[in-house]
């Protein structure tokens, strides 16, 4: 398995498991952990193996966003295109893969570590966590994709007042808002995600994949269109040997087994 300098890749049961490992910074994103990510999101879309993919941090925190040290910040960098370059492409790899990625979000998510957080599909948060859109406290406006996630999870006033305040929303909060899907004792967070991961492991991948783009496209198109791509994509799904395996096991009053299939 590919080794990294910012980053503790674990392997299981079709889990990937990716993790930022810059603790001292509370994982902020460096040049070289940007690079790192895009790497490994993409080789994990590209390997079959891989059926679900579990962002997760070492130390105190998830990642307090952009490191504010590794690159200039007097305004003589181009911040847009670090953004091409460093964020957009990691963001796209995140959002069209077709496998599930799931966020386990302890500590703080600030700024762009908040944009990773809301990238992955679901979010599973420790019941002292904290998302914070940072950047308006440093003069910035929302980036790595958090202007187009934010508003469709939560709705457009309170996505105005999340980002413009970057008051801390805390897990109870973020359940509330839509913001993670559940929230666990922090001791028991690394163990209940890998639990939910293994669960989506379990599930039919190419059908999963097959929903990803469902949704991640139906919040983008008219009922019409929708409906088209429904029938485009359950036409592929229908073909494949997932369905009859699901159909066989309710047939035969037994579980799927999907994972051979
Ligand atoms: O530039 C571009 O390319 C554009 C992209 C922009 C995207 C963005 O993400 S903009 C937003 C950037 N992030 C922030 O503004 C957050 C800055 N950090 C904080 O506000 C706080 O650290 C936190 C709220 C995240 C956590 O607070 P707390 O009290 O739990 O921890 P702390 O003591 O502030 O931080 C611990 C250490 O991490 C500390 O180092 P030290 O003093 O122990 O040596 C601190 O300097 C370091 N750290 C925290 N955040 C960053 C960081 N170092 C570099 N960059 C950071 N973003």
Not at 100 to 116: K, Q, R, T, Y
Request: glycine share 8%.
């Amino acid at each position: 398995m590919q080794s990294y300098e910012t980053l503790l890749v674990r392997e299981e049961d079709g889990v990937l498991e990716i993790r930022m490992n810059r603790p001292q910074v509370l994982n902020a994103l460096s040049r070289t952990l940007k690079l790192e990510l895009q790497a490994a999101m993409k080789a994990a879309g590209r390997r079959p193996e891989v059926r679900v993919v579990l962002l997760s941090a070492e130390g105190r925190g998830f990642c307090s966003g952009q490191d504010l040290y590794d690159e200039e910040t007097d305004g003589r960098r181009s911040i847009g295109e670090s953004l091409r370059t460093l964020y957009n492409p990691l963001i796209e790899a995140m959002i069209g893969m077709p496998k599930p990625i799931v966020a386990e979000v302890h500590g703080v998510a600030a700024g762009a570590g908040m944009s990773l957080a809301l990238a992955a599909d679901m979010r599973l948060m420790g019941e002292s966590a904290r998302l914070v859109a940072a950047f308006s406290r440093i003069g910035l406006v929302p980036d790595s994709g958090l202007s187009y996630m934010l508003p469709r999870l939560v709705g457009l006033g309170r996505a105005m007042e999340i980002a413009m305040l970057a008051d801390p929303i805390d897990a109870t909060q973020a359940l509330s808002l839509g913001l993670c899907n559940h929230v666990h004792p922090d001791a028991e967070l690394h163990t209940a995600a890998w639990a939910f991961c293994r669960r989506l492991a379990d599930g039919p991948a190419q059908a999963l994949g097959l929903t990803k783009k469902a949704l991640r496209r139906g919040v983008e198109l008219s009922l019409r269109e929708v409906l088209e791509y429904e029938a485009v994509l359950q036409e592929q799904a229908g073909h494949a040997g997932e369905y009859v395996e699901g159909v066989a096991a309710f047939k035969e009053k037994r579980r799927p087994v999907y994972r051979k299939v």
